[in-house]
């Protein structure tokens, strides 16, 4: 089975917020109006980036080190509103601001035009940073989950991976390097997601066959509840845990069921891994809490064991 | 030191409006019984008022002149306090009860005398027995000629009606009669029986006669139940058979400190030779209650030292807290026996003109003040006299003198009459002054740390009696006195100029603004330069530096646990660096985790700037390790630094970044 959800991150980044005021002011209509009131339009949009990027610079407490190990903090110190840009906008604004009412205006109209120039470029580099670092899977660092998922599964180091995956990888890093996070954000950091994504369900298939009986990963744990009445409904899929939803957690888990005569899941162990801890103690809760399924019952003193695979992604945007 | 409490405690309140002594209400006796006019007459004869001389001058002024007025007519032309009533043994001597004379040990107003219904006034000669548990004083005096002794009835009986004698309210000498109802064992130990009776007995009526029908003397009358018409006197046979020659000390009582709830009990059992002439008398009794203070104290300090700061529970928490406050504190027990820095009650200020704040508060029943000077203000608060200091005080802590129904504001006690310092326990010097306040026959005293940008301390009022023992006690707070001190730049380099009050913590200490701008803070485990790139100061800009307690082993030091530079105090932007020593198992939870997320750099120790827009607030938090390097769980050092910026108005978070960069490049924390 299989469930989708939604990640958080693309909501309380403030994306939403950036994309209001990138549109804002691209249809702001320079040269109409007093130019107190656009200087005071202008104003309130540069405070506004400035508040957004308190942010998203906040949320680096959430958010784990990227493939650089670096933290989204980093790189809006380094590529963000840096201190110099903000003094040149303050400075822009001010002798704009000072000259306002009187005979420059078309001083005032000039220097709004270069400020909006300014801003728009600050914003758009802004949101690509946001976006970098709050797409579904990005901000992992792919590397280091692939090779947790593997030492879990208790796997080989070796695997043949795709190859287009370490080119990939280089073309991210340049163009991090390179400051382009909206090549970065918007196709290589979630192509290398997608293709680990893919290296690792192909991994979790060829395993699962290849244990059909085998000793789990993670030992039985049993049902602590009394198994409920049969429920007519179909059951939910397990609960995201909001930790690994804010870390862009995704992944397959592999449960291997006991089932009473009834139906009823009576023990479940990880037979494969997502890679991830909090997925697979939240897949194993899940499989615990359901009731019992009338469809699986075998009659009378027929005990049962089969495996089922748990997913754990977002829903593509 | 506290004795009986049915007849001393009063005095520790009293106004001496009502230096009455023997104490409250009046309930007629329903009973009735005749003395004959003969009697009477003798008995006044040989009845005397016990007087002091009221205070000549009055050295306070007020916020308007006192209503005198409104005292009664005795009261406002007599020339003496009335405290008591005593009569004649035999020629020239006298008794009256013990804490008569007691009352008045120390007294600003003169020794004693007597004074009989002519207005006539004989000084008290020579004291020749005393007994202060059975609380009886016998003295000679020259009184008038041909007063002849009471005859004694040594066995009363009881149901018998008696009178009781003396100089009730302050009105004369008069005579109520009631009944000789019942004995009541002496509390300490039963060694005698105290007659209870029903007769009227006032303020003032101590030390006077109690007698039979007949007009023979069976006691001397003492005190009474606060709640019931049920006196007491002491049998008059213990007067006559008690020795000549000799004063008898015989005290139980209990020793505290105000800030501590450990209490001990103790008894104290002195003698010494008579006779002495009354000022000789005070001076040997004083002596003794002092002895027996600082002995009881020494013993209690003794008996409690696991449980004194900086041992004892609630100790470890305080060390490993640092205050901030310019307000001071006492170090002292909360309800439940810890040892707490807890905020003192009741804390209000006034702003009085020359740039000048009154702040005041009270903490374990002692006053506590603050006096600072805005910057630049006209005021010098630092070379203000006595005089001055107290005339100050007086704009923040309302003094009233109670005359008559109406209240008068004092607004100044003059110039102090001792002034001298001293020094505590951890070098800081101590200016103590001492004003006599006559109206209450007792003292104001404050104790007082110079700080940068004024003066705190502590201030108490002390009766005349006892006063002494009360102001060791009160000075031991100074131990528990806890501070922070600020100012601008230039009231720190006067402050540090003033050798004679700097405490010795500050000989090393360096505070000052170098050539380039620079802020230079530097004391033996702390140096920091903070470059205007960090802050930029001036003279406006103030430096708090945070004194604390600290433990080096066993010893206890007083230093700075943390400094705190606000560039300008009606704004925000501030730079502050503040010890957090490795808390010790016993700190707390609390402290604990603090100390936890400091080792770990975890959040908000991360030196990731915060930001609360609504609030218009921005900070940024970081570590100084005094081990250079940083430190792990494992091997934490004795104290991690906690270095805080804040920024007044919408800065980006890099700004607070370098703020914090630019902090941490020149500080230098070390540790002892």
Same mark, same amino acid.
């Given at each position: 089975?299989?469930q989708?959800?939604q990640?958080q991150?693309?909501?309380c980044?403030?994306?939403?917020?950036?994309a209001?005021?990138?549109?804002?002011?691209?249809?702001?209509p320079?040269?109409a109006?007093?130019?107190?009131d656009?200087?005071?339009?202008?104003?309130?949009y540069y405070r506004?980036?400035?508040?957004q990027?308190?942010?998203l610079?906040e949320?680096?407490?959430m958010l784990?080190?990227?493939?650089r190990?670096?933290t989204?903090?980093?790189?809006?110190?380094?590529?963000?509103l840096?201190?110099?840009k903000?003094?040149?906008?303050d400075?822009?604004?001010?002798?704009?601001?000072?000259?306002?009412g009187?005979d420059g205006?078309a001083l005032?109209?000039a220097?709004?035009?270069a400020?909006?120039t300014q801003?728009?470029?600050?914003?758009?580099?802004?949101?690509?940073i946001?976006?970098y670092?709050?797409?579904?899977g990005v901000?992992v660092?792919?590397?280091?989950n692939?090779t947790s998922?593997?030492?879990?599964?208790?796997?080989p180091?070796?695997?043949?991976?795709?190859?287009?995956i370490?080119?990939?990888e280089k073309?991210?890093?340049e163009?991090l390097?390179?400051?382009?996070?909206?090549?970065?954000?918007?196709?290589?950091a979630p192509?290398?997601?997608?293709?680990?994504?893919?290296a690792?369900?192909?991994?979790?298939?060829q395993v699962?066959?290849?244990?059909?009986?085998?000793?789990?990963?993670?030992?039985?744990?049993?049902?602590?509840?009394p198994c409920t009445?049969?429920?007519?409904q179909?059951?939910?899929?397990?609960a995201?845990?909001?930790?690994?939803?804010r870390?862009?957690?995704?992944g397959?888990?592999?449960l291997r069921l006991r089932?009473?005569?009834e139906?009823?899941?009576?023990?479940?162990?990880?037979?494969?891994?997502?890679?991830?801890?909090?997925l697979?103690d939240?897949?194993v809760?899940w499989?615990l809490?359901?009731?019992?399924?009338?469809g699986e019952?075998?009659?009378?003193?027929?005990?049962?064991t089969?495996?089922l695979?748990?997913?754990?992604?977002?829903e593509d945007e | 030191?506290?004795?009986?409490?049915?007849?001393?405690?009063?005095?520790i309140?009293?106004?001496?409006?009502a230096?009455?002594v023997?104490?409250?209400g009046?309930?007629?006796s329903?009973?009735?019984?005749?003395?004959?006019?003969?009697?009477q007459?003798?008995v006044?004869g040989?009845?005397f008022?016990?007087?002091?001389?009221?205070?000549?001058?009055?050295?306070?002024a007020?916020d308007?002149p006192?209503?005198?007025?409104?005292?009664p007519f005795?009261?406002r032309n007599?020339?003496?306090?009335?405290i008591?009533?005593?009569?004649a043994?035999g020629?020239g001597?006298?008794?009256t009860?013990?804490?008569?004379?007691?009352?008045?040990?120390g007294?600003?107003f003169g020794?004693?005398a !007597?004074r /009989? +219904? @002519?207005?006539? %006034?004989?000084? $008290?000669?020579q004291?020749?027995?005393?007994?202060? *548990?059975?609380d &009886?004083?016998?003295f000679t005096?020259?009184?008038p000629?041909?007063v002849k002794?009471?005859d004694v009835?040594?066995?009363?009986v009881?149901?018998e009606?008696?009178y009781?004698?003396?100089?009730?309210?302050?009105?004369g000498?008069?005579?109520?009669?009631?009944?000789?109802?019942?004995?009541?064992p002496?509390?300490?130990?039963?060694?005698?029986k105290?007659?209870r009776?029903s007769?009227?007995?006032s303020?003032?009526n101590s030390?006077?006669? !109690?007698? /039979? +029908? @007949?007009g023979? %003397?069976?006691? $001397?009358?003492?005190?009474?139940?606060p709640?019931e *018409?049920?006196? &007491?006197?002491?049998?008059?046979a213990?007067v006559?058979n008690?020795?000549?020659g000799?004063a008898t000390f015989?005290e139980?009582?209990?020793?505290?400190?105000?800030?501590?709830?450990?209490?001990?009990?103790g008894r104290a059992?002195?003698q010494f030779?008579?006779?002495?002439n009354f000022p000789?008398f005070?001076?040997a009794?004083l002596k003794i209650?002092?002895e027996?203070?600082q002995?009881s104290?020494?013993?209690?300090r003794k008996?409690y030292?696991?449980e004194?700061?900086?041992a004892g529970?609630?100790?470890?928490?305080?060390?490993?807290?640092?205050?901030?406050d310019r307000?001071?504190?006492?170090?002292?027990?909360?309800g439940?026996?810890?040892?707490?820095?807890?905020?003192?009650?009741?804390?209000?200020?006034?702003d009085?003109?020359?740039?000048?704040?009154?702040d005041?508060a009270s903490q374990?029943g002692?006053g506590?003040?603050?006096?600072?000077q805005?910057a630049?203000?006209?005021?010098?608060?630092a070379?203000?006299?006595?005089?001055a200091?107290?005339?100050?005080?007086?704009k923040?802590q309302?003094?009233m003198r109670q005359v008559g129904?109406d209240?008068?504001r004092?607004?100044?006690?003059g110039?102090?009459?001792?002034?001298?310092?001293?020094?505590?326990s951890f070098?800081r010097q101590?200016q103590?002054?001492?004003?006599p306040l006559?109206?209450?026959?007792?003292?104001?005293?404050?104790?007082?740390?110079?700080?940068?940008?004024?003066?705190?301390g502590?201030?108490?009022?002390?009766?005349?009696?006892?006063f002494?023992?009360?102001?060791?006690n009160?000075?031991?707070?100074?131990d528990?006195?806890y501070?922070s001190?600020?100012?601008?730049?230039p009231?720190?380099?006067?402050f540090l100029?003033?050798?004679?009050l700097?405490p010795t913590a500050?000989?090393?200490?360096r505070?000052?603004?170098?050539?380039?701008?620079?802020?230079e803070?530097?004391?033996p485990?702390?140096s920091?330069k903070?470059?205007?790139e960090?802050?930029a100061?001036?003279?406006?800009?103030?430096?708090?530096?945070?004194m604390?307690?600290m433990l080096a082993?066993?010893r206890?030091n007083?230093?700075?646990?943390?400094?705190v530079?606000?560039?300008?105090p009606?704004?925000?932007t501030?730079?502050?660096?503040?010890r957090?020593p490795?808390?010790?198992?016993l700190?707390g939870?609390?402290v604990?985790?603090?100390w936890?997320?400091?080792?770990?750099?975890e959040?908000?120790?991360n030196?990731?700037a915060?930001?609360?827009?609504?609030e218009?607030?921005f900070?940024?938090?970081?570590?100084a390790d005094p081990?250079?390097?940083?430190?792990?769980?494992?091997?934490?050092?004795?104290?991690?630094y906690?270095v805080?910026c804040?920024?007044e108005?919408?800065v980006l978070p890099?700004?607070?970044e370098e703020?914090l960069r630019?902090?941490?490049?020149?500080l230098?924390?070390t540790?002892r």
């Open positions: 089975m299989s989708r959800y990640s991150l693309c909501r980044a403030g994306a939403l917020g950036l209001l005021l990138a549109s804002g002011l691209t249809i702001f320079i040269g109006g007093a130019s107190e656009r200087l005071q339009q202008l104003r309130s506004a980036l400035r508040q990027t308190w942010q610079y949320s680096a407490n784990p080190r990227d493939i190990g670096l989204i903090a980093d790189d809006l110190r380094a590529h963000g840096t201190r110099e903000a003094r040149s906008l400075e822009q604004l001010a002798a704009a601001e000072s000259g306002a009187q205006e005032v109209d220097t709004a035009m400020v909006t801003l728009l470029g600050e914003v758009g580099r802004f949101t690509e946001a976006n670092w709050t797409g579904s901000a660092r792919a590397r280091d692939w998922f593997l030492k879990i599964n208790g796997l180091e070796a695997q043949d991976l795709d190859p287009a370490p080119v990939l073309r991210l890093l163009e390097q390179a400051g382009d996070f909206r090549a970065a954000g918007r196709v290589s192509e290398l997601a997608a293709l680990y994504g893919k690792r369900m192909t991994l979790t298939r699962a066959g290849s244990r059909s009986g085998a000793a789990p990963v993670r030992d039985f744990r049993n049902r602590s509840a009445t049969p429920s007519p179909p059951p939910g899929g397990p995201y845990p909001p930790t690994s939803r870390l862009s957690q995704e397959t888990v592999v089932q009473s005569p139906g009823c899941t009576v023990a479940a162990a990880v037979v494969i891994s997502s890679g991830y801890t909090a697979d939240a897949a809760d499989a809490q359901t009731p019992a399924d009338p019952a075998r009659g009378p003193g027929v005990e049962r089969k495996d695979a748990v997913s754990f992604k977002f | 030191m506290n004795s009986r409490a049915w007849n001393q405690a009063w005095l309140r009293a106004l001496p409006l230096v009455l023997l104490v409250i009046t309930v007629p329903a009973q009735a019984a005749t003395v004959t006019s003969e009697i007459r003798s006044r040989v009845t008022e016990v007087v002091v001389p009221k205070a000549k001058e009055d050295r306070l007020y308007k006192l209503p005198l007025e409104l005292l005795v009261e007599d020339k003496y306090w009335s008591g009533t005593a009569f043994i020629p001597q006298f008794v009860a013990g804490h008569v004379f007691l009352s008045v040990l007294s600003q020794p004693p !007597l /009989d +219904s @002519a207005g006539n %006034v004989y000084p $008290v000669g004291v020749t027995r005393f007994s202060s *548990n059975e &009886f004083v016998v005096a020259a009184g000629a041909n002794a009471l009835n040594r066995q009363p009881i149901d009606p008696v009781a004698v003396g100089n009730a309210l302050g009105e000498i008069i005579i109520r009669d009631g009944l000789y109802t019942s004995e009541t002496e509390q300490q130990d039963g060694r005698w105290w007659i009776f007769a009227a007995a303020p003032g030390g006077g006669p !109690l007698l /039979d +029908s @007949a023979r %003397v069976i006691g $001397v009358v003492i005190g009474k139940s709640n *018409n049920l006196n &007491f006197a002491l049998p008059i213990r006559l008690a020795p000549e000799r015989d139980n009582f209990v020793q505290k400190l105000p800030n501590l709830n450990s209490t001990l009990p059992t002195r030779a008579l006779p002495l000789e005070a001076s009794y209650v002092g027996e203070n002995k104290r020494a013993l209690l008996t030292a696991n004194l700061f900086p529970a609630g100790s470890a928490k305080v060390l490993a807290t640092v205050v901030n307000f001071p504190r006492l170090l002292g027990h909360d439940n026996s810890q040892w707490q820095a807890a905020d003192p009650d009741g804390l209000s200020g006034i009085v003109p020359g740039g000048v704040r009154i005041t374990y002692v506590l003040f603050r006096m600072s805005k630049g203000a006209g005021t010098q608060l070379q203000v006299d006595s005089k200091f107290m005339d100050l005080l007086l923040g309302r003094v129904t209240a008068v004092v607004t100044s006690l110039t102090a009459s001792r002034d001298d310092i001293n020094t505590d070098g101590w103590r002054r001492i004003w006559s109206y209450i026959d007792g003292f104001a005293v404050t104790l007082s740390l110079a700080v940068p940008d004024g003066h705190v502590l201030v108490q009022t002390i009766p005349a009696a006892g002494e023992a009360a102001l060791e009160l000075e031991l707070m100074r528990y006195f501070v001190y600020g100012g601008t730049l009231q720190w380099s006067n100029s003033a050798t004679a700097r500050f000989k090393e200490l505070l000052k603004r170098d050539k380039q701008e620079s802020l803070v530097s004391s485990n702390l920091m903070l470059r205007p960090a802050l100061v001036d003279d406006k800009s103030n430096v708090t530096l945070l604390t307690f082993g066993d206890l007083w230093d700075v646990g943390g400094v530079v606000t560039q300008d009606d704004k925000k501030q730079v502050s660096v503040v957090q490795r808390p010790s198992e700190a939870d609390e604990t985790v603090r936890k997320q400091m080792v770990g750099r959040a908000p120790f030196s990731l915060k930001a609360d827009v609504t218009n607030s900070w940024i938090v970081g570590i081990s250079g390097s940083r430190a792990s769980a494992a091997n934490a050092p004795a104290a991690l906690e805080t804040v920024a108005r919408d890099w700004d607070l703020m630019m902090t941490l490049r020149d230098v924390v540790d």
